[in-house]
């Protein structure tokens, strides 16, 4: 049984308590067409954006400055949810201070204090990334300046769910009473940090947007990286020497102590820390004791980003335990009796006082292990659609099988393995995407999780969709340890090669958005979205028999007869007619029977000689459908309620002799369903003829069979009007 765990992220929304010096594109198709051509990643006569120095020599060759005409310097900006008590006003950094600098004297963790803004999550992740000069200086290009060709514009980068996107800002900074207001610098003429806030808020749609969140999420989004947490009950006894190693590869590192009872406000303890709260690790370290040969502690140092507010214990700045270690370990530390956000801690406390560290790792390399290993990726972008593709997680079987599912193939086993066992090593991340974005209209982070199955080697290689009673008969073998409300959620696993399916999921079902799925492998792997083939068994009526008529067959052909008159032919009113009434008188049906669209539909499908009428023949071999699509209806209407469940639409599919990829039943689903995602007997054949009928034009254009057709404006419109 899947396991849901509700978060309280140790990354509160309350603001920083320092003393403040006052109080307080064009062109494209919309709908459905829009939603294939975006999801096939295609893009249709999209206007190409200029990049950053287009834009910036432009502005300096007119001596004007920039004014960002899509995060303006407004409220629009600032808050979603509500306005603030007090007016702020959009100042550029020289109408803020003489001799502003973007970085003075390198970019560094102490060029970061947190202002009135809940998110310390994302400056504890900034003060993480000063660390590592490469990756900083990727995120903030450092060809930036308030002197040489400043034109109000600069420029971050950051990774979005697969790609680097270059998020472009006009200088203006919310203010009031000539102070930031938001993230600042300890130097007050250093504007790197705030102008990186900005962008980062731009990309969120706002700064309120910015409000509480988990560190990690920042750490990805400046590195593309895959984070690993671990909690301080259960961290493996090499935790020590898996922070120390993280940290010289460049991971980016923070930790937090959870509130008990969620609050409002962070929690300031008796020693200083503060629960409820960001922390960045900026350094692991083993000292020498002064007084013993052999002699040493273990300290960890972190960060506040505050700016203030420091542990006060053992290893604090100013605390006894300093004159054990001689000078020369005290430099090598860096030691400083100054209050500005960092402090030491014993290892030992800090397993005591905190209660979850994670770690973003460029490459999910083994920390444990001396050897860096090359890793390979592959990344799958899908969605959870509502009624269709959006199962919920094993404890609602009837549906976790309609989740999409993604085909894992290990095929080496890795170099050393652990107590000889052949098998692979790999992590598995799945991040549901834009939810941060989308706050403003309501919406919250899923609680998301995943688990694998082991395919059986009969089934290897076999690209179908698996089916209701495979997960019904299968136990996973692997999962993430709980569901959980993060933007991501990754584990490490080591299972033996072979075949595996990932089936990633929210915790409950029909709740509908988009995700990324990350696989990272030491060896060599692959991962895919298992795509049906997409073919209809008898999408071709087939000719009537030759032979002797039968009794049944003279009484259909008199029935017909009555209702046709002497053409022999029907029309779309007189089918519905024939129709219903034959309908009526299946009283477990529960239906009001077709409609005249429908019944026009059918006509389309069976209609050979192009009359808009049906003859004997063709509307024999339509009754006959009928009955057998009713079959598959009756069977699937198990509560006999006339309707049939939206998930349970792809067996029926299925049974009717169509195979379909999942872009087609997120298609019949929006097309066919009601607001309760349910499709009545209607619906059913409407869509089942319109299936058969579309197949059977495709057949007939695609001549040679390489499941390709090219037609004009004149056959296109001919195909889908008639349809």
């Not at 993430?480 to 991501?488: A, G, T, V």
């Amino acid at each position: 049984m899947a396991t849901k765990t509700p978060v309280t992220v140790a990354t509160r929304t309350t603001a920083s308590p320092m003393p403040q010096k006052s109080a307080c594109p064009s062109g494209t198709p919309g709908g459905i067409y829009s939603a294939i051509l975006n999801r096939n990643h295609t893009i249709i006569d999209a206007k190409r954006l200029k990049s950053f120095y287009e834009l910036r020599d432009k502005y300096v060759k007119k001596k004007v400055l920039f004014e960002d005409p899509t995060f303006k310097a407004d409220d629009s900006s600032l808050f979603y949810s509500g306005t603030y008590p007090i007016k702020f006003e959009w100042k550029r950094p020289p109408e803020i201070c003489e001799n502003p600098q973007f970085i003075v004297g390198g970019a560094n963790r102490t060029d970061i204090c947190q202002g009135d803004l809940g998110d310390c999550w994302l400056l504890a992740a900034i003060a993480c990334l000063t660390l590592n000069e490469k990756l900083l200086y990727r995120v903030i290009p450092p060809d930036q300046s308030f002197t040489e060709n400043y034109a109000g514009i600069f420029h971050f980068q950051f990774w979005r769910y697969g790609d680097w996107v270059d998020v472009v800002v006009d200088d203006r900074i919310p203010t009031f009473n000539n102070q930031l207001v938001f993230t600042k610098s300890a130097e007050r003429n250093e504007f790197w940090s705030a102008l990186l806030e900005k962008a980062y808020a731009k990309l969120h749609g706002s700064y309120e947007a910015l409000k509480g969140g988990n560190t990690t999420e920042a750490m990805e989004d400046f590195t593309g990286g895959v984070t690993e947490f671990f909690e301080m009950k259960e961290a493996p006894k090499e935790l020590f020497k898996i922070m120390s190693k993280a940290l010289e590869r460049g991971s980016l590192m923070g930790c937090s102590i959870d509130s008990l009872v969620p609050v409002r406000f962070e929690t300031r303890t008796v020693t200083g820390l503060v629960k409820g709260h960001a922390y960045s690790v900026t350094a692991v370290e083993e000292a020498k004791l002064a007084q013993q040969k052999e002699g040493k502690v273990r300290l960890v140092r972190l960060r506040n980003p505050w700016g203030q507010v420091e542990w006060n214990g053992p290893w604090s700045d100013n605390s006894k335990e300093w004159v054990t270690i001689p000078k020369s370990e005290k430099d090598k530390l860096q030691h400083q009796s100054v209050e500005d956000g960092e402090f030491w801690m014993s290892f030992e406390d800090f397993k005591k006082n905190f209660t979850k560290i994670e770690i973003c790792n460029l490459t999910p390399d083994a920390l444990e292990d001396d050897k860096l290993h090359k890793w390979t990726v592959s990344v799958n972008e899908g969605r959870w659609v509502r009624g269709c593709s959006a199962g919920g997680c094993r404890n609602y079987a009837d549906t976790f099988w309609t989740n999409p599912q993604y085909r894992l193939r290990l095929m080496e086993e890795d170099d050393d393995p652990d107590d000889n066992e052949v098998a692979c090593t790999f992590v598995v991340a799945l991040m549901q995407k834009n939810r941060r974005k989308e706050r403003k209209m309501g919406a919250n982070l899923f609680t998301i999780g995943f688990a694998i199955y082991e395919v059986p080697k009969e089934m290897h290689g076999n690209k179908q969709h698996m089916s209701k009673d495979f997960f019904l008969y299968n136990a996973s073998k692997a999962r993430c340890k709980s569901y959980i409300n993060l933007r991501e959620v990754s584990q490490r696993f080591r299972l033996c090669p072979g075949e595996y399916v990932i089936v990633p999921s929210t915790y409950e079902p029909h709740q509908e958005g988009e995700f990324i799925l990350r696989v990272f492998s030491e060896k060599r792997s692959t991962s895919e979205e298992i795509e049906n083939r997409i073919e209809a068994d008898h999408p071709v009526p087939a000719p009537a028999s030759a032979g002797e008529e039968t009794e049944e067959d003279r009484q259909f052909r008199t029935i017909f007869q009555q209702i046709a008159g002497d053409d022999m032919e029907i029309t779309a009113n007189e089918l519905k007619n024939v129709l219903n009434r034959v309908v009526a008188k299946h009283k477990e049906m529960k239906t009001e029977g077709f409609s005249l669209e429908s019944c026009r539909s059918m006509i389309a499908l069976m209609d050979t000689d192009g009359t808009g009428r049906l003859n004997l023949q063709e509307f024999q071999h339509l009754w006959n459908k009928i009955k057998q699509w009713q079959g598959i209806f009756k069977h699937y209407d198990a509560d006999h309620s006339g309707t049939i469940n939206s998930y349970e639409m792809r067996n029926a599919v299925n049974d009717a002799g169509f195979r379909l990829n999942n872009q087609l039943y997120d298609i019949i689903t929006m097309r066919y369903a009601n607001e309760n995602m349910n499709m009545d007997f209607d619906s059913f054949i409407c869509c089942l003829v319109r299936l058969e009928g579309m197949f059977r034009a495709f057949h007939a254009f695609d001549k040679d069979g390489d499941g390709i057709i090219k037609l004009s404006v004149l056959e296109w419109l001919q195909l889908t009007m008639y349809a």
